[in-house]
């Protein structure tokens, strides 16, 4: 079983940065390839960005390509997205899930464990 807790979301002007980390436990963390999720009211679910388990492969949505970048801390357990130029249709409920996998995952159904989300509000 792994836990998965986000952290860092909040309310931002458009245009501003905000890093959101993942902190896992209760596995080895290295064995996992990782997510983030978002959800906004009305709206599909979709991956922005996903990580392999050594950090060497990534995938990002077009949406964000190019403003967000995922990485990973393996000694610190803990997963980040960097989202950078933010706008107000990057507000949501971000998730961040695990998979058993170890390469790159960009389909919600193939991650074993969720966070609870943290909520991203960008103002305009």
């Known amino acids: 079983q792994v836990q998965l807790v986000e952290s860092g979301g909040g309310l931002v002007q458009a245009g501003g940065p905000l890093r959101l980390s993942c902190a896992a436990s209760?596995?080895?963390?290295?064995?996992?390839?990782m997510g983030w999720f978002r959800k906004a009211p009305g709206k599909e679910g979709e991956c922005v960005a996903a990580?392999?388990?050594?950090?060497?492969?990534?995938y990002y949505a077009d949406s964000v390509k190019g403003r967000f970048t995922i990485s990973r801390d393996n000694a610190k357990n803990t997963v980040y997205l960097q989202m950078n130029s933010l706008k107000p249709k990057d507000t949501a409920v971000y998730y961040c899930a695990a998979s058993t996998s170890t390469e790159v995952i960009t389909t919600r159904y193939e991650y074993d464990y969720w966070g609870q989300g943290t909520q991203v509000t960008v103002s305009s």
């Open positions: 990580i392999s388990w050594s950090g060497g492969s990534t």
């Open positions: 209760g596995h080895t963390f290295s064995n996992y390839a």
